[in-house]
């Protein structure tokens, strides 16, 4: 999956920026969807969404490893996977992230 988010990405700089993040957080961010939604699959799409959404404010992000991009982070997923949940209950079965 990281090749596909890589492929979004233009500048080599933002790529390594982008791939820091994600190995940093991509666990933690299924374990919050996890715990939101409590289907795997579900919780995969939230995380895909997030990453996406991720990727459009990667500028505006510091310090990987630092508690603000940390805090963005989880928020990011919590609504992806809030999302999701309204749309299961609404009934909807399409998973996308809108653009803003």
Do not use: W
């Amino acid at each position: 999956m990281l090749i596909f988010y890589m492929s979004l990405i233009d500048s080599d700089e933002s790529k390594d920026k982008f791939e820091s993040l994600y190995l940093k957080y991509r666990k933690h961010m299924k374990h919050i969807a996890m715990k939101i939604l409590g289907d795997e699959h579900l919780a995969e799409d939230a995380v895909h969404n997030a990453f996406v959404k991720i990727i459009k404010h990667l500028d505006d992000l510091g310090e990987i490893k630092c508690h603000k991009t940390k805090s963005f982070i989880v928020i990011i997923v919590r609504n992806s996977a809030i999302d999701i949940l309204r749309k299961e209950k609404d009934g909807y079965a399409i998973y996308e992230v809108k653009s803003s």
